[in-house]
């Protein structure tokens, strides 16, 4: 879906995207498929790295959403 202005369909769509929506999609990927280091030692702990990274963006579009469409 080509949309016109970003914000908008982030408006719209945001709202479905619970931290429980995140976390059940974070789950669906393959231990095999999620690297751990120092910090993140274990497959949940890069999910759970990953949920809240995309948490903080719901959470604070305008820091990443393009400028000229906000």
């Known amino acids: 879906m080509l949309v016109a202005v970003p914000s908008a369909a982030h408006d719209e769509l945001a709202s479905r995207l619970t931290p429980s929506v ?3 999609v974070a789950d669906l990927v393959p231990d095999e498929w999620l690297e751990t280091t120092q910090w993140l030692q274990s497959p949940a702990d890069a999910r ?3 949920v809240d990274l995309l948490s ?3 959470a604070d579009t305008g820091a990443w959403l393009p400028l000229a469409c906000s």
């Open 22 to 24: 995140l976390a059940a």
């Open 48 to 50: 759970d790295a990953y």
């Open 56 to 58: 903080a963006r719901l």
